[in-house]
């Protein structure tokens, strides 16, 4: 289910290996909490101690990893409080990307957002969830790019990245994921229809089921009588 760690190359060591980290976050190989073993990761992605600590130093600047006095890179866990307001935020942010995006998206970029729907209706079919994830936040990009506002770009992308392990780990019930297939029908259709009004009713509604899925499964996690 999850793509195989390469060797990376030795062009843009650092950037390759924010990526590689990004993926492993974000599929739960490394745990919310979890220390980054410099030594460890350095064998596993093939890469020296410095380019590793550079791409690490990228990934706290996207919200992904914390840089703790004396205990080095942790891997964020965020609280149920941390959730909803980051969740809250997004929403804002999504909702108007899709609202631009659905009057201001070409031929050209529908045509492309199209295509990934297919592979991701694909990767679906193959139960091949990271596949699927990959293709899912390319077209979530696409959409946001498509809005033409730089500002909101910038914005989304940083907020967004605090929510990626989130997100990949809620379609992990198999009707939550179909609910949420259906609810990228529904998008494409807004945005070929250009029909800002439906696009943003329908990302408010698929990112709040999100949040929902993601809170649920924060709650199950949590001991008995734990502090939220």
């Known amino acids: 289910m999850t793509a195989e760690i390469i060797a990376i190359p030795r062009a843009a060591l650092h950037e390759q290996a924010a990526q590689r980290l990004r993926q492993m976050l974000v599929e739960g190989r490394i745990r919310p909490g979890a220390k980054l073993n410099e030594r460890e990761l350095s064998e596993l992605l093939k890469v020296s101690r410095t380019p590793l600590r ?13 840089l703790l ?3 080095g890179a942790v891997a964020v ?15 804002g942010l999504e909702g108007q990307s899709g609202e631009l995006a659905a009057q201001r998206i070409t031929p050209h970029e529908l045509a492309e957002i199209q295509a990934m729907h ?12 990271s596949a699927y994830y990959a293709l899912n936040s390319r077209i979530h990009n ?15 992308n940083q907020v967004n990245a605090r929510l990626q392990a989130l997100r990949f780990r809620s ?13 990228h029908e529904k998008m494409i259709e807004a945005l070929a229809t250009h029909d800002a009004v439906a696009m943003r009713d ?25 502090a939220k």
């Open 54 to 66: 550079e791409g690490i130093k990228m990934l706290a600047a996207e919200g992904l990893v914390e």
């Open 69 to 71: 006095p004396h205990r």
């Open 77 to 91: 866990s965020l609280t149920e409080a941390d959730v909803m307001n980051t969740f809250e935020v997004m929403a």
């Open 118 to 129: 297919f592979e991701m209706l694909a990767a679906y079919t193959r139960r091949d969830l």
């Open 142 to 156: 696409a959409i946001s790019a498509a809005a033409k506002n730089p500002v909101l770009a910038q914005v989304y």
């Open 171 to 183: 379609n992990q019930d198999g009707e939550k994921w179909k609910r949420a297939v259906k609810e």
């Open 202 to 226: 329908v990302l408010l509604a698929h990112l709040r089921n999100k949040r929902d899925v993601v809170l649920e499964q924060l709650r199950e996690a949590q001991p008995a009588g734990a």
